[in-house]
């Protein structure tokens, strides 16, 4: 029986590859999150249905498609694929399950530097999260690291490059950032916004608007920007004069939401003004690299997630109300459900808890819900 890994799957989505996925977890867990792919078919029908056979469900599940049986953590969907191979079907099951789908890192190569170098996106593809690698001359940065550290680590090391700085864009809290376990084990300088770190309880270097970081022997500097409104500190950066990463106020299909810390209606005028005026400054050529992608519809051809902030501008209908009540409205009472567990993610990012390992995978099982709808 074949077992297909999460790497494997994610490049059915980005190649837009048909796939008929057997989701045997609940019903509730299913609907709340599933893997996504533009040319997917799912049919959800939970394990404890199935304990009997799979008889039943044998003229459901076609015989002209991959098919993959997937559940929560690999068991269950063993036991249905053994008992759908016995039945005559050639299956797969997906490696990991869910947990192993939630923490897969795939990187893209987003684009070149103008002096040497390269930008590359690490695309969390069944969480949603997006992270970077700036590299230039042997030197590297990351901006809003996830927790599994080896993944850059090991990249950074097939590069032959030298992590110096590893930065987050806000205090997270949807997921478990890996900024300061990265910056410890590389002897790194980690980087955090002053205004988001008044409970932390570790050192960091304040990122304040202005900062300029150069990267390597080149021209390649990160520029800070002060962009409040998800969270009191975000801080968006222009690197190199190219790209625009916005962290979770701007995203390719919404806006951030800015009620994650329980300030929805006083940071409201923060958001407007950071995406309808200090935006509005920046060049319509920069590159919007976000931290989070919303919907799979927002990836590229290549799995990349980007698009020109001049494009976003006409087309992301969060940047395009006038009104600002409307705008208030938009973004106070149009929000989907919290992340799971995001006070603990939140006091887990500010080392105020240390949950260990296991902990940390059930705290960020679930779907992305750092935008407004």
Not at 52 to 57: C, F, P, R
Not at 246 to 270: H, Q, T, Y
Not at 330 to 346: C, D, F, G, K, S
Request: include cysteine.
């Amino acid at each position: 029986m074949k077992a297909m890994t999460s790497k494997e799957v994610t490049k059915k989505v980005f190649n837009k590859d048909p796939l008929f996925i057997l989701d045997v977890r609940n019903e509730g867990d299913f609907q709340d999150w599933k893997i996504e792919g533009e040319n997917f078919e799912h049919l959800n029908i939970p394990y404890f249905d199935l304990l009997d056979g799979v008889e039943e469900i044998l003229d459901r599940i076609p015989t002209d498609k991959e098919v993959l049986v997937v559940c929560a953590k690999e068991g269950s969907s063993v036991m249905v694929a053994e008992m759908l191979e016995e039945a005559g079907r050639e299956v797969s099951y997906l490696q990991g399950g869910m947990k192993a789908w939630s923490e897969h890192l795939e990187p893209v190569k987003v684009g070149d530097l103008k002096d040497g170098g390269s930008m590359y996106q690490f695309v969390r593809i069944g969480k949603g999260c997006l992270s970077y690698m700036v590299v230039s001359n042997g030197e590297a940065a990351l901006i809003d690291a996830t927790r599994m550290t080896d993944v850059y680590l090991d990249f950074a090391k097939e590069l032959n490059v030298e992590i110096k700085h590893a930065f987050d864009t806000h205090l997270h809290a949807d997921h478990i950032s890996g900024g300061r376990k990265i910056a410890e084990a590389t002897e790194a300088t980690y980087w955090l916004p002053p205004k988001d770190a008044g409970e932390v309880v570790f050192d960091y270097q304040p990122l304040e608007d202005g900062n300029v970081v150069k990267i390597g022997d080149t021209n390649i500097e990160i520029n800070a920007l002060y962009s409040p409104g998800h969270t009191i500190g975000s801080t968006s950066f222009v690197v190199d004069g190219k790209y625009l990463l916005s962290g979770d106020i701007l995203f390719i299909d919404s806006i951030g939401r800015p009620d994650l810390a329980g300030k929805a209606e006083d940071w409201v005028a923060d958001l407007r003004e950071s995406l309808y005026v200090r935006y509005k400054q920046l060049s319509d050529e920069l590159l919007v690299l976000p931290a989070h992608f919303m919907i799979i519809d927002e990836l590229n051809e290549d799995g990349s997630v980007s698009e020109k902030l001049g494009t976003l501008f006409a087309k992301n209908h969060g940047l395009n109300i006038e009104d600002e009540s409307e705008f208030r409205k938009l973004v106070t009472e149009n929000l989907p459900p919290q992340p799971n567990a995001y006070q603990e993610i939140r006091k887990t990012n500010m080392g105020k808890i240390t949950p260990d390992e296991e902990e940390q995978r059930e705290m960020e099982i679930g779907p992305n819900r750092c935008a407004v709808r």
